[in-house]
């Protein structure tokens, strides 16, 4: 009765699925030459000497770098003697900040099975999620104040509780990437629109990537058994929403129509600005969007995801909160709350004026996953 699929995920471009850890230059991690590498206390501490332990915390307080110290006790040391892992690194940045990525213990990159689930449920969002959202769904009034929240909205559409919600019945392993090279450090660049056009920022930042091609195995079950139980129990209702979750192929194909949508509005939205003065980065940008677009139109057995870092609100949200039933004067008031822009420096901006991509214009978090058994 339960429906268990193998599934391969294939990167398309750079994923950052972040530990939640930023990283310092010189303290928690080291640049040489071409590569980066991540700071392994026990082989420094095998170096400079247990005894020495000392030097390196004042070296920390201080925001020094321990590489002088270490150039001395091991001339012509290797990234390798001093890091726990060492990517390559695609460019290089005067910052001194780095996002971590998510490992296993054994330190292997990981894409765990909730943030696949995530944007899965972004996807059930948009197909299933009320076109002609009110006020009501997303307003929220306690003690006199006013937030405006999902809560309401997304217990329409999925359960009014954990024990209601449909997607419980979706379960996904984590993906585990074991081939070499599958990991890099990029560096992250916003892209936001100036007077005159599309600029990049005066902010850079590293983050560790998953590299494009990289491939992991994973797999997805459907526990129709329960999902028929609770159906018939009147604990879920049996809907269009429940009949979604009939098939795994039938899911990914809800996925793939609605990354296929996203990509076509994020590359018509560009259309208006097209001959500004923007950066060349742009160019770049919106000619990879095109080929993800080609790659999920032309994708059998299989869907395309966004997820991770620099995903943007565009693919997290579909702008779900951009109805006709909200009034005007509502609408500006739901994003001078969301933004905590009081001074209403973004009043003629819909949505967020920017992008995250790499140094080289290159969207991030997209993948591809296929059925294969």
Request: aromatic share 10%.
């Amino acid at each position: 009765m339960n429906e268990i699929k193998s599934i391969k995920i294939t990167i398309l471009t750079p994923v950052h699925i972040g530990s939640g850890v930023k990283l310092k230059k010189g303290i928690d991690f080291f640049i040489k030459k071409d590569k980066f590498g991540v700071v392994d206390d026990k082989k420094i501490l095998s170096i400079i000497g247990e005894d020495q332990i000392g030097i390196w915390v004042s070296a920390i307080d201080k925001g020094e770098s321990i590489l002088p110290y270490i150039e001395k006790r091991k001339p012509g040391y290797k990234l390798t003697d001093i890091s726990k892992r060492v990517y390559p690194l695609t460019s290089t940045s005067g910052t001194k900040d780095a996002r971590e990525m998510m490992h296993t213990p054994l330190g292997n990159p990981i894409i765990p099975g909730s943030s696949l689930k995530g944007a899965i449920r972004t996807a059930l969002w948009d197909k299933y999620g009320d076109a002609n959202i009110k006020l009501d769904d997303i307003i929220n009034i306690w003690h006199g104040n006013i937030s405006y929240k999902d809560k309401n909205l997304s217990k329409k559409i999925f359960g009014k509780n954990p024990n209601k919600d449909i997607l419980r019945f979706l379960q996904i392993t984590d993906a585990i990437f074991h081939n070499d090279n599958c990991g890099k450090v990029e560096v992250v660049n916003v892209l936001t629109l100036k007077n005159d056009g599309w600029k990049i920022k005066h902010f850079e930042e590293y983050a560790e990537c998953i590299s494009p091609e990289s491939n992991a195995d994973f797999r997805i079950k459907i526990a129709k058994d329960t999902l028929i139980k609770n159906i018939n129990k009147n604990f879920i209702k049996n809907d269009n929403k429940t009949n979604s979750l009939q098939s795994i192929s039938g899911l990914f194909s809800i996925c793939n129509d609605y990354y296929k949508k996203m990509l076509d509005k994020e590359i018509e939205f560009f259309k208006q600005d097209i001959d500004l003065k923007n950066d060349e980065k742009l160019d770049k940008y919106l000619s990879i969007l095109k080929e993800l677009r080609n790659t999920a139109e032309n994708l059998k057995n299989g869907c395309i995801l966004r997820l991770g870092h620099g995903t943007g609100y565009r693919f997290m949200t579909g702008n779900k909160i951009d109805s006709e039933n909200i009034k005007d004067d509502d609408f500006k008031q739901i994003l001078k709350n969301i933004r905590k822009d009081w001074r209403g420096r973004y009043d003629d901006w819909l949505f967020i004026k920017s992008r995250k991509m790499t140094k080289n214009g290159m969207p991030l978090g997209f993948v591809k996953l296929t059925i294969y058994n």
